[in-house]
């Protein structure tokens, strides 16, 4: 079903690169043998055969994203629409308990749960699952069934700083961010390759249980975001005192204050992280800009461009201008 090899990266735990060796349930035609995805070592062949096999249930949803693209917000959002604006219960429990990351067991050797087991065991109606797999690598019944699915892209310059700063403060990455940014576009981070993880998802945007959307367009319209959403997910539709106060329990600084959704004091009681660090950093667009040099820049659009190439494409055509 995989095969996997050893990866040499600046990560503090071992890593290796999964392959399937088939995925023909996913309704793209391509060979997938090409498609590789790095992962802690733990993530090994039985854990993939838990993933690939675990049920799903016609009421579900998933939360799909590479990591720092969004996740957090949209899973917020997406818990309260299924669950009629229960504010008061999203504030009275961690959204990674209302919302699990399903293959987070194998990515950090300090969760001591059973993430899979937790999104078996959930109880709510309508499940809401999160992960950072790529298509090839999710439950199969997620496309065979045709489960929806949210997509949440980001533009790659952003997602690699928000990445090196998140894994440099909880101690998963050593190295500069020129190393990292090297790495990056090599596929010897966590999760890459980034560009075949948002490209399948985007060729797939038509499909009917598919939700595409990006995190620059989260930002600039989130109004008309969560209209397109609720449609999408059969909610009711929301009248306008109900929208503002959603919108406004989504604003940046309300997420960042909400201990609920934002783990950062958690992540420090758990991991030995640097005292400045931060789960939610700035929540903008173009961070980049303050932090890559022009040199890094170039290497990234470059690698960018000659990707998108391919398909036809150029990075604007995903987000538009950022």
Request: proline residues 3%; glycine residues 2%; neutral net charge.
């Amino acid at each position: 079903m995989y095969s996997s090899k050893i990866l040499k990266s600046s990560a503090t735990k071992p890593m290796i690169q999964i392959q399937t060796l088939g995925a023909d349930w996913v309704p793209l035609s391509q060979d997938w043998t090409n498609r590789w995805c790095t992962l802690p070592e733990a993530y090994d062949q039985d854990f993939s055969k838990r993933i690939h096999d675990f049920e799903t249930r016609e009421s579900d949803v998933f939360v799909v994203t590479f990591m720092k693209c969004g996740t957090t917000w949209m899973q917020e959002l997406a818990w309260l629409l299924l669950n009629n604006l229960d504010f008061e219960r999203a504030k009275s429990n961690f959204l990674l308990r209302r919302s699990p990351h399903i293959e987070h067991s194998a990515i950090d050797n300090k969760v001591t749960v059973d993430n899979i087991s937790m999104c078996d065991q959930l109880k709510d109606d309508r499940r809401l699952i999160k992960t950072h797999l790529p298509a090839q690598l999710l439950p199969k019944q997620i496309w065979l069934n045709k489960r929806k699915i949210i997509y949440v892209a980001r533009n790659p310059k952003d997602v690699l700083v928000s990445s090196y700063h998140f894994l440099t403060g909880i101690g998963l990455w050593q190295g500069s961010l020129d190393e990292f940014t090297n790495q990056f576009i090599e596929d010897r981070i966590i999760f890459t390759s980034y560009w075949s993880h948002v490209m399948d998802f985007y060729r797939m945007r038509h499909e009917p249980n598919v939700f595409f959307i990006t995190y620059e367009e989260m930002k600039k319209d989130l109004k008309s975001i969560v209209s397109k959403l609720s449609k999408f997910l059969e909610c009711k539709e929301l009248n306008e005192n109900e929208m503002e106060k959603l919108l406004e329990h989504l604003s940046f600084a309300n997420m960042k204050d909400n201990e609920t959704c934002n783990p950062t004091e958690l992540i420090k009681k758990v991991f030995n992280v640097k005292t400045d660090f931060q789960f939610m950093r700035k929540g903008v667009i173009g961070t980049h800009k303050d932090e890559l040099t022009p040199d890094q820049i170039k290497t990234v659009d470059t690698w960018s461009s000659n990707y998108l190439k391919e398909y036809g494409l150029i990075e604007n055509n995903i987000f538009s201008h950022f």
